[in-house]
């Protein structure tokens, strides 16, 4: 009887674990509201994230990325962009999006995901339509809403990620609309700006890839 019982037991774990294994596919279907601000030759960072929710001092690690550059807003409606994100899932991590548009890369940051975005909650296939936040004025639209990107017009995605990266969370409170220059360096005297971001008058975060051994990081008044 309890040599069936750890038979059992033994073939149920083996079938977790598995199902642990399997690869992970998911569509994230991007709305950008219309805004007064034309926006023009956008670069979009999309980034898909694993993190153990046992370690809460650990850092983020990025699984996947999709860029685009150069799309182009639509002037009279919302627009529409597919993101497809694959990895493979891992044993007791969860996981979670970031996806972020600037002016041009390392410009100034125009959209968002307005909090934690989770993923893949105990399904391997998902799907996922977020409307970005903006600090920019909105507007109406007036046409309905349109798609860019691969398929759908202006821009196409540049790449994916290769390999799997660590990632820090950097968080800060700024005043509403003033810019700031984020700059990372090796050694505290030689500082390159990694992006142009812009305050909420609230808390703001971000997640950035970690590179070497040691790595510090600033905001900067532009």
């Known amino acids: 009887m309890n040599m069936r019982l750890f038979l059992f ?37 999309a980034r898909l994230y694993e993190y153990d929710p046992w370690l809460a001092d650990a850092p983020a690690t990025l699984v996947d990325q999709v860029e ?17 994100f694959s990895a493979e899932r891992k044993t007791r991590m969860n996981y979670y999006v970031s996806i ?10 125009y959209y968002f995901i307005d909090g934690f975005q989770k993923i893949f909650e105990d399904v391997d296939v998902d799907e996922l339509d977020i ?21 759908g017009g202006s821009g196409e995605a540049t790449g994916r ?17 003033d810019e700031f220059l984020l700059q990372k360096s090796s050694d505290l005297e030689n500082w390159e700006t990694v ?21 510090f990081w600033r905001l900067h008044r532009d």
């Not at 970005?132 to 398929?151: H, Q, S, W």
């Open 68 to 84: 685009f550059k150069g799309l182009d807003l639509s002037t009279k409606a919302h627009s529409l962009l597919d993101v497809h």
């Open 161 to 177: 990620l290769i390999g799997i990266h660590r990632a820090v969370e950097i968080e800060w409170e700024g005043t509403d609309g």
């Open 9 to 45: 037991v033994a073939f149920f774990a083996a079938g977790l674990a598995k199902l642990h294994a399997a690869p992970l596919e998911a569509d994230v279907n991007l709305t950008f509201p219309l805004t007064k601000q034309k926006m023009l030759g956008i670069y979009v960072d």
């Open 195 to 215: 992006e142009t971001v812009v305050g909420n008058g609230g808390t703001v975060s971000t997640f950035l890839r970690v590179g070497g051994r040691v790595q």
């Open 100 to 109: 972020r548009a600037y002016a041009e890369k390392g410009g100034t940051q």
């Open 131 to 151: 409307e970005l936040a903006t600090r920019l004025p909105k507007k109406n639209p007036t046409d309905d809403p349109v798609i860019v990107g691969e398929g």
